[in-house]
Structures are given as structure tokens and as C-alpha cells.
């Protein structure tokens, strides 16, 4: 016995059904009440977004997490995108035989600082390493040691040329520490007190290198 659309009359014959529906009706309702547009958080300075929680690169496979984030109730399947739209596979989850349909997301961006550029702008840094002499030498130890900070997530928040040389602010002195350790470099180290963290005083470490 084939089945009829209750929507449009189509038999099971001809045409898949999803349910009690023809697959142009099983669309055509899934369709509906479909968002027009999404919002995503994305850092007005690096351009990461927000997905689960954290800032990411703007690649598809970040955008499609953070739209399925959005979209709680379906399954969401990037397709193609641009900097403003998405056009997306969406399934509803609660359908036994649920039908897919294409949907195109215009992208609305909620602008915000990430934390790393929130502490780039606030010029944040635990260490300041100074570094004197050969100006080549200088340069090149620029290099390993952005290198080194942006490999582990970490940054340099201000580069002052001074006499003689240069003067980095650097966001951690762990890092700082593993980086002096790791070239097996012998600076000059100092400490200053920066004021106190939940009670406890916090220093910061001066380095200095002759090069
Ligand atoms: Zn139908
Ligand atoms: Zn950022």
C-alpha cells in the first residue's frame, strides 16, 4: 500500500517519504523556522573566534563547531563559507527519519578582544629581556625568541629599541625561563617587585644579555 502526502497529495511510489511526508513537504517543514542568521564572537584584533569556549583560528572546522554550538537540536554540516555567510547541511535530531536541507547563514560577529590581545593591548608582561650588543646578533635573538613565544601560545607585548640595543616585554617568565635554559644562555637576572597577587608578592624578572 503506498503512502499519501497529507501536504500535497504525492505517493510513496514516486517519491522518498520521511515519515508521513514526501521529501519536497519532510524539506520543506524542516526549512521552516530556520534562523536566518548566526552570531559568532570573533577577536576584533587577531580575528580568532570563539568556539567551545575558546578563541580559534577562523577555519571551517572551528566555524562549523561553533555553529552547531548555536544550533543546539540539529546536526550541522558545513558545506561552504565566507567571511559573512555560511551555507550549512542541517538535520533535526529529534526526527527518526529526519530530512536534510541546505541552509545559507548570513554571519553576524560579535566583536570582542580574545584574552591574549586583551593583554597585548594592556602592553601585560611578567619579564622584560634586554639585550645588548652586536646589533646582528641582537636581531637574530628577536627572531628565536618571538619564534619561541608564539610557538607556545605566549607573546611579546612591547619591543623598545634603546641604546645599545633592545628591550622585549615578554607575557610569561616561565617561558622566559625555559627559553634562557633551552639556548643555554647565561643572562644577568634581576627582580622588582610589581605589586601583589591574591596576597602574594609577585616579581618581575629583568634578564639581560650581552651579545
Ligand atoms: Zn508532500
Ligand atoms: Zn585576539
Known amino acids: 500500500?503506498?503512502?499519501?502526502?497529507?501536504?500535497?497529495?504525492?505517493?510513496?511510489?514516486?517519491?522518498?517519504?520521511?515519515?508521513?511526508?514526501?521529501?519536497?513537504c519532510a524539506k520543506k517543514k524542516n526549512s521552516e523556522n530556520l534562523a536566518p542568521s548566526i552570531e559568532i564572537t570573533r577577536c576584533k584584533r587577531c580575528g580568532r573566534i570563539k568556539s567551545r569556549g575558546v578563541f580559534v583560528p577562523p577555519n571551517g572546522r572551528?566555524?562549523?563547531?561553533?555553529?552547531?554550538?548555536?544550533?543546539?537540536?540539529?546536526d550541522i554540516h558545513l558545506i561552504d563559507f565566507t567571511e559573512n555567510t555560511?551555507?550549512?547541511?542541517?538535520?533535526?535530531?529529534?526526527?527518526?527519519?529526519?530530512?536534510?536541507?541546505?541552509?545559507?547563514?548570513n554571519i553576524v560577529y560579535r566583536k570582542t578582544l580574545c584574552?591574549?590581545?586583551?593583554?597585548?593591548?594592556?602592553?601585560?608582561?611578567?619579564?622584560v629581556m634586554q639585550l645588548r650588543g652586536n646589533s646582528t646578533r641582537v636581531e637574530k635573538m628577536v627572531e628565536k625568541l618571538t619564534r619561541y613565544y608564539e610557538s607556545n601560545n605566549e607573546f611579546i607585548s612591547k619591543v623598545e629599541y634603546v641604546d645599545n640595543g633592545i628591550d622585549l616585554?615578554?607575557?610569561?617568565?616561565a617561558?622566559?625561563?625555559?627559553?634562557?635554559?633551552h639556548m643555554r644562555l647565561k643572562p644577568q637576572k634581576s627582580y622588582t617587585l610589581a605589586g601583589v597577587k591574591n596576597g602574594k608578592q609577585v616579581y618581575k624578572n629583568t634578564y639581560s644579555l650581552k651579545l
Open 169 to 173: 616585554y615578554l607575557s610569561s617568565k
Open 1 to 24: 500500500m503506498p503512502k499519501f502526502c497529507p501536504t500535497c497529495g504525492n505517493s510513496s511510489d514516486k517519491i522518498t517519504f520521511y515519515g508521513n511526508f514526501c521529501e519536497d
Open 175 to 181: 617561558l622566559a625561563n625555559s627559553f634562557v635554559l
Open 115 to 127: 584574552e591574549v590581545c586583551f593583554k597585548k593591548a594592556a602592553n601585560y608582561h611578567e619579564a
Open 62 to 74: 572551528n566555524l562549523e563547531a561553533a555553529i552547531s554550538q548555536n544550533m543546539k537540536g540539529h
Open 86 to 105: 555560511a551555507t550549512i547541511d542541517i538535520t533535526k535530531q529529534s526526527q527518526a527519519a529526519a530530512a536534510t536541507v541546505e541552509h545559507k547563514l
